[in-house]
């Protein structure tokens, strides 16, 4: 099994920044995908950005220029960088690993961390 635990969350205002983590331990593997979702009250959970094992990105369109995500695989470790912060972004933040990216919704997930983006 494998146990991922985000970090970082918090209440910020507008525009300013958040840096998320997220650690995985347990049945992990150096070859998997990572990446972050997150879901607003009300909405669908959505893909924010994700990572492959050998640090190719993607972003949805909503973060691109503001968000950044990388790894630390000696640490087992991914992030989320946020800047420049809208009240939209107000959401649970989750971390997801899986063997790849498009199989990311149906991986292993967080218990997620708030961000919440005061105007």
């Known amino acids: 099994q494998v146990q991922l635990v985000e970090s970082g969350g918090g209440l910020v205002q507008a525009g300013g920044s958040l840096t998320l983590s997220c650690a995985a331990s347990?049945?992990?593997?150096?070859?998997?995908?990572m990446g972050w979702y997150r879901q607003a009250p009300g909405k669908q959970r959505e893909m924010v950005a994700s990572i492959t094992s050998s640090y190719g990105t993607n972003y949805a369109d909503s973060v691109k220029g503001r968000f950044s995500i990388s790894r630390d695989n000696a640490k087992n470790t991914v992030y989320l960088q946020m800047t420049s912060l809208k009240p939209e972004d107000t959401a649970v933040y989750y971390c997801?690993?899986?063997?790849?990216?498009?199989?990311?919704?149906?991986?292993?997930w967080g218990p997620g961390t708030q961000v919440t983006v005061s105007s």
């Open positions: 997801v690993m899986a063997s790849a990216t498009f199989l990311l919704d149906k991986g292993s």
């Open positions: 347990g049945s992990i593997s150096r070859l998997n995908a």
